[in-house]
RNA sequence: CGGGGCGUGGCUCAGCCUGGUAGAGCACCUGGUUCGGGACCAGGGGGUCGGAGGUUCAAAUCCUCUCGCCCCGACCA
């Protein structure tokens, strides 16, 4: 239950962020630093989020599947640059009942290197490919600083991690799963995303090359949402993965890997909240509307709580995800505070006078204060609470991308370059040299954090150095 | 690992300088009055003051050590 008021973004963002996450009841600090606990709120979320993405995967020929959480050590290092890039990071098991392990075992901080091996095994002929996995699980990466469901020791995932017969197929592969992310993310989650490619030094450690999302958070910074990579050959040769293909002949296999994780529901928060609180977007939220019964006395409580149950009932028969809110002895405008607070897209009061006039009132989330409010009438509210949430999700996707797009400039200088990764992303041309990308990073902090698809083709000077350049990159201070 | 800050009921903190055996607000419980934008009154429960050691007749307070957390600098979904 909320007590006080938020800070505001404009106050102290990060604060904000904080104090949101425990109040709405999403999540809780767990007694291990770093760890968190998920709360019903938010997992509910997670769930919401778990459907739309998981329905995607099954339409596009995947299957799920479990896997152990314990990892042989020798596994991790046997793909050169997987180890370099994880080995700080392990969390590992040395003693096991009592006994000290012959073999350390780390606890997955990815599961490439198991699937590989399972890979292996499974696969013999061109006729076993493409295999195409999916695990939702939750992996340990020993991180030093942390945030909840931003970054933290563990996380909850999906993993999915594909084996294919030809280059072609595996980049096919990577390229549609990040299709995917982006679909689910702008028409599930009404969050703008920008897909495109890593830099070599942006780039999960053993991948021949990482694409992302990336979405801009209410205060101008990136968030990485989604990842999907083309693993080439290099999980292929350190595991065995073979297949004999149609000659006959024996080859390696190409597998991808791709993943999103809890961290997106940060980007949730981050992307549509508001200063009174979350604002979740109807295709995802766990309650699309919450009915606040009004009344004085038992008298009036009796037909305010029959018509509210009835208008439940018929909500959910239409299936509009509906709480009616039944607490003891808070007040209406406590209960609109807190409601608003946990992001609820669509309020319904219903009192005395609405039981007399067989209307209702509706407010949505998205237009805070009385001004939101519209008197509906009783007739055909399914319907017009289902119009109402359409509605709101558009009008969040629709600020959200205005809101990005103001921040996204198109620096011609380093100067101008400076100023704007203050405030939001540069989209700039760059020469593709390492030496620019960490002089940038060295002097703004900001990083880049894709090469967009979208951008045309076109040539001019490199934001850093000025030399030629074929390609914009997408800067910007990232969380 | 370097720099800064903090550990006192569930939460935010006061008390510490100048030792005398623990307080406020919020939250929680009970009863009553309230209720269409964060109600009020009355009563009540709850803390070995992060831990260990020391000084002292007496330690939340002074001394030493230790543990933990938060913020800022090098990795990451």
Redesign the pocket.
């Known amino acids: 239950?909320?007590?006080?008021?938020l800070p505001t973004r404009a106050e102290d963002f990060?604060e904000w962020y904080n104090q949101l996450v425990l109040k709405a009841e999403l999540a809780d600090y767990a007694p291990v630093?770093?760890c968190m606990i998920v709360r019903p709120y938010g997992w509910a979320l997670w769930e919401n989020i778990q459907q739309a993405l998981d329905r995607r995967f099954k339409a596009t020929g995947h299957v799920n599947a479990a896997f152990p959480m314990l990892i042989p050590k020798s596994f991790i290092e046997k793909e050169k640059s997987h180890v370099e890039?994880f080995s700080?990071?392990l969390a590992v098991v040395t003693i096991g009942g009592g006994e000290k392990l012959a073999e350390p075992l780390v606890i997955r901080p990815t599961s490439e290197t198991i699937i590989g091996h399972a890979y292996a095994k499974w696969i013999q002929s061109y006729r076993d490919l493409p295999l195409l996995i999916n695990l939702w699980n939750s992996v340990v990466?020993w991180?030093?600083?942390?945030?909840l469901f931003?970054?933290?020791l563990e996380?909850y995932?999906q993993e999915g991690h594909t084996a294919h017969a030809t280059f072609e197929e595996a980049e096919f592969e990577t390229r549609q799963m990040l299709d995917i992310y982006t679909d689910f993310a702008v028409n599930e989650a009404a969050v703008p995303v920008i897909p495109g490619r890593k830099t070599a030094g942006?780039r999960?450690?053993g991948a021949d090359q990482t694409y992302?999302i990336e979405a801009m958070m209410g205060d101008g910074k990136a968030l990485?949402?989604?990842?999907s990579h083309n693993l080439g050959q290099n999980f292929a040769k350190a595991f065995e993965i073979r297949y004999l293909d149609k000659q006959g002949q024996l080859q390696h296999c190409w597998t991808t890997s791709w993943?999103l994780?809890?961290?997106f529901i940060g980007a949730i928060i981050m992307v549509h909240g508001d200063d009174?609180g979350l604002i979740l977007p109807p295709r995802l939220a766990p309650f699309q509307v919450v009915i606040v019964p009004?009344?004085?006395?038992d008298e009036e409580k009796g037909p305010v709580m029959d018509l509210a149950r009835k208008i439940r009932a018929d909500l959910v028969a239409s299936d509009i995800r509906v709480k009616l809110d039944e607490r003891d002895?808070l007040?209406?405008?406590?209960r609109?505070?807190?409601w608003?607070?946990r992001g609820v897209p669509l309020r319904m009061?219903?009192?005395?006078?609405?039981v007399a006039k067989g209307s209702?009132?509706l407010?949505r989330r998205d237009r805070?204060?009385?001004e939101?409010?519209t008197f509906v009438t009783l007739d055909g509210l399914p319907a017009t609470v289902s119009k109402a949430l359409v509605e709101i999700q558009a009008a969040l996707l629709a600020r959200a991308t205005q809101f990005r797009d103001s921040k996204t400039h198109h620096p011609t200088d380093f100067a101008e370059f400076r100023t704007c990764v203050e405030s939001g992303f540069a989209l700039c041309f760059w020469c593709g040299s390492e030496a620019c990308e960490a002089r940038a990073k060295e002097q703004t902090k900001a990083t880049i954090r894709c090469i967009p698809f979208a951008t045309e083709p076109a040539n001019g000077a490199c934001i850093v150095c000025g030399q030629p350049a074929a390609e914009k990159a997408l800067f910007g201070k990232?969380y």
């Open positions: 239950m909320a007590e006080q008021k990060s630093r770093g890039g700080p990071e990466r991180e030093l600083r942390t945030k931003l970054r933290t996380f995932w942006e999960f450690a992302s990485q949402a989604g990842t993943g994780s809890t961290r009174q009004i009344f004085k006395n002895g007040t209406p405008g406590f609109f505070n807190d608003e607070m009061e219903v009192g005395p006078k609405d209702v009132v407010a805070p204060g009385r939101g409010k990232a």
